[in-house]
């Protein structure tokens, strides 16, 4: 009775169901390596939400099994449950579903249901069972029959005092055959291990039930529930390795990190597998997240995370962190400068229908060249409003005056003194590149005043050249690369006067009735660092303004004979000086 009982358990066994395995979803688009790493072979392409069956870990690598395909997958591309532990999907379980957690009548003979690895023989065989299994064992009552002695050793080791389970006396009383052929054709319910009344009968139900305490019993003094042991050590040691290897992994990982730039985003960013928006998706970046930044190619920066996804992703989205490579993070900045140098002033005058003739047309037409020792002061402030996003005012004044190469008339030199004052509004987005690159845009107003020595004198000013002041709103931008090199950057900039000017002459000696004036200035700045607070730094300014004075007044001594007067000045100015930064 106990063979056929041991027989039935066996039969329901190949009926149960193996335990629903770990499901997990992908958190974004993904591919399905054949193997660990982005060079394998992609079997599929998953979207975001996408349910699979996990089957095992290798490092930072999923196994998964996914509409009928199995293969790897990026930890970071799958959300994971609470626990951090991963089900084993191929442990040994000693019953099948429902059936309890006893080994069964014989406490020493472990039941053959094997899932996963452990049906193809490749788990560890360190369990009592599986020490010295019977040859050829598959279940049946004829292998039970035919193998009594070795069933009979093991039963030994384990069962209580007096019970001899499966003896010959047993096997003997009921033949192998007849139970055999009652579970292939009519297998048992599940949970029924007698199908034969007369059986029941036969064996009392007393004596199952003692032999089934004295089971329990004996296996949890004996410690028995090899399978679950083995299970648990193997999990341990699998822990235990994964610990060091995924240890060692971090190690590298951190050692290399340290020696590279970093940067994050500051929201949810796609990262991409080449350098365009309509190539794969690598992985999705979240905010905060540390990106390790390796290279940069036009508007294009690879990155790799903590867990070893790499790709492109657009500067601009980038914001640094890192300040060995990349340049110091921006904050409050404050800078004051001063300079000297010189200027050339080119100024060319015209009158249309000028009666004037000859070499001498003063004043319808003359040219000037000047040049001038310069001297300028500056200082500028950019507060950060965002990470991105700076705001703040910059203030700067030019004085120039002639060295002995003024105006020259009749012989008579006289000189004239320039003072350019400009006041902006700027307003500064920081592209987050390694160079500090900073885009800045800027409102303001110039006003300039361009004295003569003598003016109003025709032996000292016998050119009877006015004294002039110009007021207009300005707009500009400029480009600035404060990091571009090691110790040095560079800023370009553009200033225009479009409209609104506003010009005002000696009164008499107005060139003409209604002046206006257009302007476009180009400067070209070079810094040099000395030290953390001081700047070296070289200006370029080219400045030309075009003049409209339109017809000369009736009451003005200046003596033009046109109709539409003209002026277009030229300067050229150099600087040098230093920069104090806080």
Do not use: C
Not at 68 to 88: C, H, L, N, Q, Y
Not at 553 to 573: E, I, K, Y
């Amino acid at each position: 009775m106990r063979v056929i009982a041991v027989m039935l358990v066996l039969a329901i066994a190949s009926f149960g169901s193996v335990a629903s395995a770990e499901k997990v979803k992908t958190n974004q688009e993904a591919k399905l390596f054949n193997h660990p790493g982005e060079q394998g072979a992609v079997l599929l392409h998953l979207k975001e939400g996408e349910t699979m069956t996990l089957v095992g870990e290798e490092g930072r690598w999923l196994k998964v099994r996914v509409h009928g395909r199995t293969g790897f997958i990026p930890r970071s591309k799958v959300d994971m449950p609470d626990t951090a532990e991963i089900a084993r999907n191929t442990r040994r379980r000693p019953f099948v579903d429902g059936r309890g957690t006893k080994r069964g009548f014989d406490t020493s003979a472990g039941p053959d249901d094997r899932v996963g690895a452990d049906a193809l023989g490749e788990t560890s065989t360190k369990d009592a069972d599986d020490k010295k299994p019977a040859k050829g064992d598959d279940d049946d009552d004829d292998d039970t029959a035919k193998k009594p002695a070795k069933k009979a050793v093991v039963a030994k080791k384990s069962a209580p005092k007096g019970d001899d389970d499966d003896d010959d006396d047993d096997t003997a009383k009921k033949p192998a055959k007849k139970p055999a052929v009652v579970a292939k054709k009519r297998p048992a319910p599940k949970g029924d291990d007698d199908d034969d009344d007369d059986d029941t009968a036969k064996k009392p139900a007393a004596k199952p039930a003692a032999k089934k305490v004295a089971t329990k019993s004996t296996a949890k003094k004996s410690g028995d529930d090899d399978d679950d042991d083995d299970d648990d050590s193997g999990k341990k040691s699998s822990k235990a390795a994964a610990k060091k290897t995924s240890g060692d992994d971090d190690d590298d990982t951190t050692a290399k990190a340290d020696k590279r730039p970093s940067g994050h985003v500051e929201a949810k960013s796609k990262v991409f597998e080449e350098r365009s928006a309509k190539s794969s998706v690598a992985f999705v970046a979240k905010p905060g997240e540390k990106l390790y930044i390796d290279s940069t190619k036009g508007d294009w920066t690879t990155v790799e995370n903590d867990d070893g996804d790499t790709g492109w992703i657009l500067s601009s989205d980038l914001l640094v962190d890192s300040t060995e490579t990349a340049g110091p993070a921006h904050s409050t900045m404050i800078d004051l400068n001063a300079r000297a140098g010189v200027s050339f002033i080119q100024q060319t005058m015209k009158t249309a229908g000028s009666t004037l003739t000859g070499t001498d047309q003063v004043p319808d037409a003359y040219n000037i060249n000047a040049s001038a020792a310069t001297i300028a002061i500056g200082a500028d402030l950019l507060y950060p409003m965002s990470k991105k996003l700076y705001l703040g005012g910059e203030a700067t004044y030019a004085g120039s005056k002639t060295v002995g190469g003024g105006i020259v008339y009749n012989k008579i030199d006289t000189g004239f003194t320039i003072h350019d004052v400009n006041i902006r509004a700027l307003a500064a987005y920081d592209l987050q590149r390694p160079s500090g690159m900073m885009l800045i845009g800027h409102l303001g107003l110039r006003y300039r005043a361009y004295l003569v020595n003598g003016y109003g004198s025709v032996a000292t000013n016998p050119a009877k050249i006015p004294q002039e002041t110009l007021e207009a709103p300005t707009i500009g931008a400029a480009l600035a690369m404060p990091h571009l090199g090691a110790n040095y950057g560079l800023q370009f900039g553009l200033d225009m006067i479009l409209f609104g000017s506003s010009i005002s002459q000696t009164k008499g000696y107005e060139d003409g009735a209604t002046p206006s004036m257009k302007d476009v200035e180009a400067n070209a700045r070079f810094v040099y660092r000395l030290s953390p607070s001081f700047d070296f730094l070289a200006t370029y300014d080219l400045d030309l303004g075009f003049y409209n004075f339109g017809a000369p007044p009736a009451d003005s001594m200046r003596g033009h004979t046109g109709m539409d007067v003209t002026r277009n000045d030229l300067v050229h100015q150099v600087t040098v000086g230093v920069i104090k930064g806080f």
